[in-house]
């Protein structure tokens, strides 16, 4: 998917969740920054080592998973 590839995965890196590239700062925070009102300039003051494609790159993310869907695995 576009975007994502300043999104990245590691076991080793804040207990695997989804990470901006080479930051230790997660999806999550940053969708949490912007559910509780900030805006993207307000963040990227906040945390100047972020870039706007960041936050981008999270808001797809988020979006692409809330749109994933999980299938049970048939029981034999």
Same mark, same amino acid.
């Given at each position: 998917m576009k975007n994502l590839?300043?999104?990245?995965?590691n076991?080793? %890196?804040m207990g695997g969740k989804p990470c901006i590239k080479g930051l230790?700062?997660?999806v999550g925070t940053v %969708?949490?920054?912007? &559910?509780?009102g900030l805006n993207t300039d307000? %963040?990227?003051?906040?945390?100047?080592?972020l870039q706007?494609?960041?936050i981008m790159a999270a808001l797809t993310? &988020? &979006?692409?998973?809330s749109e994933?869907?999980?299938v049970p695995l048939a029981t034999a």
């Open positions: 590839e300043r999104i990245t995965l076991p080793e %890196i230790r700062m997660t %969708i949490g920054l912007m &559910a509780s307000e %963040i990227l003051k906040m945390y100047p080592y706007l494609a960041d993310y &988020a &979006a692409w998973r994933e869907i999980e």
